[in-house]
């Protein structure tokens, strides 16, 4: 609701409903709206304010300013919840999908968060009052996965990228260590990462190669989702209930955003499985596809992924893994990508940080190969 739409509500005073007579008389005032002064441009994006809509409200059902928010279709999720209650299925369904194509439109209204944060909160509350999956996916644009995750994107170039599908997999163990949720090791029932003890978070952020076509492409941001999930798993879950396994897909991500995810993972220290796709399967003909990458050099696109590689390289001869610890590279199905991720790894194992080769694409980590540099400087052995 703005001042215009009050406004616009003054010549339909005897078609309102209750409802939204009650509304008109209470922002009226508040809006000090005039056929006059709330058309100027002035007022483009002064005082909004939201109202969910009744039954009834058929002035506010016609005008275009409705706005969605997350949420389950009543009628449906219920009878879908009788339906599992009548024959005990609640134990036998193992994965859920929940899945949007709707773009949220109110992340830049301050006056929309909370209202936000009480319908996905209900959502996720409807779905786990009914249901114990052992794996979750979520499929939805940017702006609408954040609001689902309870978090931001930290990003103006959203524009840039054109995701139109952010996905998170959220996996527990079976059977659901329930019991364990009684403890405080994490802040339950909040954001969907903290509903369930999840061990493994996989997060697949679809094509960057649209940015690569803008002007200094290197400056844009990407959505940030992921790294402030991961954030907040390190900042509020325990170590006995946190993230051992982790994965990130993407199509030429840029190295920044790469860097930002690893120091992020720098701070979980249960994690012991990390698997990365950093470049088109055999599914994708991005590269061929000239109207797809625009005015964008397929040389940018290497580069990024090579800078990208060398991050993660150093964050695994760094971070403190124990033997058995696994790094997969999804990218090694093509002979020429597996040499330069091999390339990078055998590079690892050089500066004395053991990882043992374990099929293509597979290295395991293995204290026992580790070992001392040994630098020659002008001659001499140090």
Not at 296 to 314: G, H, N, P, T
Request: net charge neutral.
């Amino acid at each position: 609701m703005d001042a215009r739409l009050v406004d616009s509500m003054q010549g339909q005073l005897s078609k309102l409903s209750n409802h939204e007579f009650l509304i008109y008389t209470k922002l009226r005032s508040k809006f000090k709206s005039s056929s006059g002064f709330a058309f100027e441009p002035a007022m483009d994006d002064v005082l909004i304010n939201l109202c969910r809509i009744q039954e009834g409200d058929e002035f506010l059902k016609s005008t275009k300013k409705i706005l969605w928010f997350p949420h389950l279709s009543q009628k449906g999720f219920a009878d879908f919840c009788r339906f599992v209650a009548q024959y005990t299925l609640k134990h036998h369904i193992k994965s859920i999908v929940v899945t949007t194509q709707k773009e949220y439109e109110l992340r830049h209204v301050s006056t929309a968060d909370t209202p936000l944060a009480r319908a996905v909160s209900e959502l996720w509350t409807q779905i786990f009052s009914h249901l114990e999956p052992s794996r979750v996916v979520v499929a939805a644009p940017p702006s609408t996965m954040a609001g689902l995750l309870g978090t931001q994107m930290l990003s103006n170039d959203t524009w840039a990228f054109e995701m139109k599908m952010h996905y998170i997999e959220l996996l527990q163990a079976e059977p659901p260590p329930t019991p364990h949720m009684n403890n405080r090791c994490r802040p339950w029932d909040t954001a969907l990462i903290h509903r369930r003890p999840w061990y493994h978070l996989g997060y697949n952020e679809g094509s960057s190669i649209t940015a690569y076509s803008t002007y200094e492409y290197h400056l844009k941001q990407s959505p940030k989702i992921l790294y402030l999930l991961l954030l907040r798993l390190a900042k509020e879950a325990q170590e006995c209930c946190n993230i051992t396994s982790f994965s990130f897909t993407g199509v030429f991500p840029f190295a920044t955003n790469v860097t930002s995810i690893v120091r992020a993972l720098h701070r979980i220290p249960t994690v012991k499985n990390i698997t990365v796709q950093l470049a088109p399967g055999p599914e994708n003909d991005l590269l061929s596809d000239g109207k797809r990458r625009g005015r964008a050099q397929s040389s940018d696109f290497w580069l990024e992924w090579r800078e990208s590689y060398k991050v993660i390289a150093s964050y695994l001869g760094v971070f403190g893994f124990g033997d058995g610890a696994r790094f997969v590279s999804r990218d090694c199905g093509g002979k020429m990508l597996a040499i330069e991720v091999e390339e990078c790894m055998d590079l690892l194992r050089k500066r004395g940080a053991g990882w043992r080769s374990d099929g293509a694409g597979v290295w395991v980590r293995e204290h026992a190969l580790d070992h001392e540099v040994v630098v020659e400087v002008e001659g001499e052995v140090e």
